[in-house]
């Protein structure tokens, strides 16, 4: 059984930064991919980022690239997703993710899911 915890949600005015962290635990990684998803409200949730663990390539949704980067500590089994100028349009719950993942965007494909932590941006 593997556990994500999420942190570092927050309410940002438009332009702000935040840094999300997702602490994994209950197995080693060395296979998986790791990811964020985000879901706003009335919307279905979306793919944002996700990195593969062992080789350290990542993937992002066009519209975070260049604002969004994805990091890992990989001793403390921990997802970082560093948010610059943030944009009211990128409010949601954001979800950390973990699974043996062959496509990295497809939410299907990920086994484990974290319980969500609120993103806010203010115009």
């Known amino acids: 059984q593997v556990q994500l915890v999420e942190s570092g949600g927050g309410l940002v005015q438009a332009g702000d930064s935040l840094r999300l962290s997702c602490v994994a635990s209950?197995?080693?990684?060395?296979?998986?991919?790791m990811g964020w998803f985000r879901q706003a409200p009335g919307k279905e949730r979306d793919f944002v980022a996700a990195?593969?663990?062992?080789?350290?390539?990542?993937y992002y949704r066009d519209s975070v690239k260049g604002r969004f980067t994805l990091s890992r500590d990989a001793a403390k089994n921990t997802l970082y997703l560093q948010m610059n100028s943030l944009k009211p349009e990128d409010t949601a719950v954001y979800y950390c993710?973990?699974?043996?993942?062959?496509?990295?965007?497809?939410?299907?494909?990920?086994?484990?899911w974290g319980q969500g932590t609120q993103v806010t941006v203010s115009s």
């Open positions: 209950g197995r080693t990684f060395s296979s998986y991919a």
């Open positions: 990195i593969r663990w062992s080789t350290g390539s990542t």
């Open positions: 993710a973990a699974g043996s993942v062959g496509r990295t965007v497809d939410q299907r494909e990920y086994d484990y």
